[in-house]
């Protein structure tokens, strides 16, 4: 370290504090990707370097061929399915879902040889008995606001049907219940399902999935804490604000529903 320059040092210091690397770890990836930390990144998950043990690569390509598609080399929805069996959770635990966003699978219910490979290695599970007892650390990083965020923008792209820039009302309100279940659940989830399917019942675009987060930040403080911003009378909602076409609406369909209750 003593014969790096600053420029260097910094480096290996960002690098350590993204991977969780030791010095040497990150000098030997570092050195192989020219310096550059987004490819030493790379390097160093695809050496199965984290945890300070490397991944056995031929297992993992084992797993690979035991889950693939007989005439196509992917993992198709029924090779998921037995992967799910074989984990004990159901195809639609949203535990799935994070498992896909470090597989970096691009589509849903699919996982080439590449994502299986560079996904497992970096969960450091090469075995199936290890991304078994991996499910719990897995479900418990949703509950980390920016890893939620991850998550919640990749599932729009991950959900989204084959040559679509839209996600379809029925997938969108699907994965929309899943994202905000349990100990994530924002309260006005189930009411926004009804606006929609009632007033905008067509596909959802990534603007609209992308600002749905931010609202659901300014009216939801449960499970991260956050500073509400937006009463859950909505009285405070500014209707003059930067707020697309279809908050401002489903603000106007919440009014006029608890007024209702208020009335009755």
């Known amino acids: 370290m003593n014969r790096l320059n600053r420029q260097q040092k910094d480096k290996v210091t960002q690098f350590r504090s993204i991977t969780g690397a030791s010095d040497k770890q990150a000098l030997d990836c570092l050195k192989q990707a020219g ?93 199936l008995d290890k991304l078994r007892a991996k499910l719990p650390e897995l479900r418990a990083e949703l509950r980390d606001p920016a890893r939620f965020q991850e998550v919640y923008s990749f599932a729009f792209g991950w959900a989204r049907e084959k040559g679509q820039k839209c996600l379809q009302i029925e997938t969108a309100l699907a994965m929309w219940q899943l994202l905000y279940a349990d100990d994530r659940h924002w309260q006005y989830i189930d009411d926004w399902c009804e606006f929609l399917q009632a007033h905008h019942n067509r596909a959802i675009s990534k603007d609209t999935w992308v600002q749905l987060f931010q609202f659901t930040r300014d009216t939801w403080v449960q499970l991260f804490q956050f500073t509400r911003l937006i009463k859950p009378d909505f009285s405070n909602f500014d209707e003059a604000g930067a707020w697309p076409y279809l908050m401002d609406e489903f603000v106007d369909f919440m009014k006029k529903k608890n007024n209702m209750a208020v009335d009755s």
């Open 35 to 127: 310096w550059s930390v987004e490819m030493g990144i790379e390097v160093f998950f695809s050496l199965g370097m984290q945890g300070g043990s490397v991944m056995d690569t031929r297992a993992i390509e084992q797993l690979y061929l035991k889950y693939k598609d007989p005439q196509q080399d992917m993992i198709l929805a029924e090779g998921i399915s037995r992967l799910c069996d074989d984990l004990g959770v159901e195809p639609t635990d949203i535990v799935l879902l994070v498992i896909s966003f470090h597989m970096g699978a691009n589509i849903m219910c699919e996982y080439s040889r590449d994502e299986w490979v560079s996904g497992m290695t970096r969960m450091a599970t090469d075995s």
